[in-house]
């Protein structure tokens, strides 16, 4: 503000100033690249400097809710995604790292959750359905879906061997101190 710079303006001097100094000993670290401007405009430049950045640092890492950019993935090993995994059902993040995924706004449930007008909720989605191709959004969501069981199937197994593991230590230890007791009586 002291400045008279838009967010954007702001936003994108700091970058400029990050790519001045970055080098193979940064960690660059940049939150939501490209926002506060036109969408394509955005992407495009986003697209760009994360381009110059994977020929100047080792690592960086990027946030962003431009889907187009987890396409950068697809055309080079460098580019990597991950999502923060969220709950439907809460409505709040969890703070797991969800790799190689794609994370969704959650925007309109999260509307939804703080109240506002059922008819701005339905218009909305009307437009998110024309933005999205339908069944790649629905296949999507069904995979997402089929990794959450998947890892909460996994997670039930890894409970019920540990809990197993625990009960044949027990049982375990328990010979050994019989095995134990016998030896030092037969010593006796």
């Given at each position: ?100 995924c794609t994370g969704d706004s959650n ?82």
């Amino acid at each position: 503000l002291e400045q008279n710079l838009s967010t954007f303006s702001r936003h994108i001097s700091r970058i400029c100033k990050i790519l001045e100094v970055a080098s193979t000993q940064s960690l660059v670290l940049i939150d939501e690249i490209g926002g506060g401007t036109d969408p394509s405009e955005g992407v495009a430049l986003s697209a760009s400097i994360l381009q110059y950045l994977k020929d100047r640092v080792n690592l960086a890492v990027v946030t962003t809710h431009y889907a187009d950019l987890s396409s950068m993935k697809e055309k080079d090993t460098r580019f990597d995604n991950a999502a923060m995994e969220f709950s439907l059902e809460t409505l709040q993040p969890t703070y797991r790292i969800l790799w190689g995924c794609t994370g969704d706004s959650n925007a309109l449930s999260i509307a939804q959750s703080i109240g506002f007008d059922r008819n701005i909720i339905d218009r909305a989605q009307k437009w998110v359905e024309k933005f999205k191709p339908e069944q790649k959004q629905e296949r999507r969501g069904m995979l997402y879906q089929s990794l959450q069981e998947e890892r909460n199937q996994l997670k039930a197994q890894a409970e019920k061997a540990a809990s197993v593991h625990a009960e044949i230590m027990s049982v375990y230890n328990e010979v050994q101190s019989r095995c134990f007791a016998r030896k030092r009586s037969f010593v006796s």
